[in-house]
């Protein structure tokens, strides 16, 4: 067998492996979903898909792992609760879905933005994609500091429009969140200066 064949048939196996890692869903949440290193731990992927986004978008792994906490607590399947019409039938206020609670529309620009066909919301790595893509699009339409996530979650929460209109200032209950996921980042981060070296990479990330 040559070497590109031995190559072809590598890149065949491993993507027969990323469908079936696929297919079989998200996984479960995390046993402790407090502690980014324990996360890590448990799933080493995740944090190498949080390192590989903030490289292309400059989103620091602790503040998209504290947006993701907050919008679905690590759940892929995550989606808005249920409402009630005249309080009897069930409907759903929201599109948002997965990990990082997606719209529909909002999934649709950012596939358009990056080309990116095949992604799907309740992909962790995908999801940590969409973050850091967001925060570079709030960067550059709204000057928000990757590094500041009570600005990026507010505009997280309101859009990139509703932030700079300052739509926040009449809720103060998301204030409280978006204070709450500012210091969850701060002491993530800090966490992960201390135990980012013992997360093993897998091997099939390169």
């Known amino acids: 067998m040559t070497i590109s064949h031995r190559r072809t048939l590598l890149i065949l196996i491993m993507l027969l492996l990323s469908f079936l890692l696929t297919a079989c869903g998200p996984p479960k ?17 995740w944090y190498w898909d949080a390192r590989k986004s903030q490289a292309r978008w400059g989103v620091p792994v602790a503040v998209q792992m504290s947006i993701i906490r907050q919008e679905s ?32 529309e909002t999934w649709k620009r ?10 799907s919301r309740d992909d962790f ?31 997280y929460h309101e859009g990139i429009g509703g932030y700079e209109r300052r739509t926040y200032r009449k809720k103060e209950w998301l204030i409280k969140v ?8 701060n002491v993530w981060n800090s966490e992960l200066r201390r135990c980012a070296h013992k997360i093993k990479k897998p091997w099939y990330k390169f």
Do not use: M
């Open 29 to 45: 949440k995390p046993e402790n979903i407090e502690n980014i290193c324990r996360i890590f731990y448990q799933y080493p992927n």
């Open 73 to 104: 607590s690590f759940n892929g399947k995550a989606k808005p609760p249920r409402g009630k019409v005249l309080w009897v039938i069930p409907w759903r206020k929201s599109s948002a879905y997965g990990y990082s609670q997606v719209k529909n």
């Open 110 to 119: 950012y596939k358009k933005a990056t080309g990116s066909h095949f992604v």
């Open 125 to 155: 790595s995908d999801a940590t994609d969409f973050v850091g893509w967001f925060g570079q699009e709030a960067h550059r339409r709204a000057g928000i500091n990757p590094n500041n996530a009570y600005a990026l979650y507010l505009a």
């Open 178 to 185: 978006a204070h709450r996921v500012s210091l969850r980042a």
